[in-house]
């Protein structure tokens, strides 16, 4: 833990040693808190801009990635109802 710094130590100093030594309970604490959940991805698109001289053949992948990436987090299948209701 001393070699931790930055968003990993603020990530891991809430754990306790017990949960820190929980797979789940670190991976958890981790994607929260680099927003990779599914309402991060979620804010992700909303607030997706073309990066400075990024063409749209760039910014358009990125953009369905963090798509792809919200709908599989979401577990919802590819069909209209359950993305519509998503």
Same mark, same amino acid.
């Given at each position: 833990?001393?070699?931790? $710094?930055?968003?990993?130590? !603020? ?5 306790s040693v ?18 990779? $959940? ?5 804010? !992700? ?31 919802? $299948? ?9």
């Amino acid at each position: 833990m001393a070699l931790l $710094t930055g968003k990993l130590w !603020k990530c891991f100093s809430t754990l306790s040693v017990k949960d820190m030594q929980n797979y789940e309970i670190s991976k958890d604490s981790l994607l929260k808190q680099y927003n990779l $959940t599914k309402e991060g991805f979620k804010q !992700k698109i909303r607030t997706a801009k073309p990066e400075v001289n990024e063409a749209p053949v760039q910014f358009i992948p990125r953009l369905k990635s963090h798509l792809m990436r919200w709908i599989m987090l979401a577990n919802v $299948t590819l069909d209209s109802d359950q993305l519509s209701n998503l």
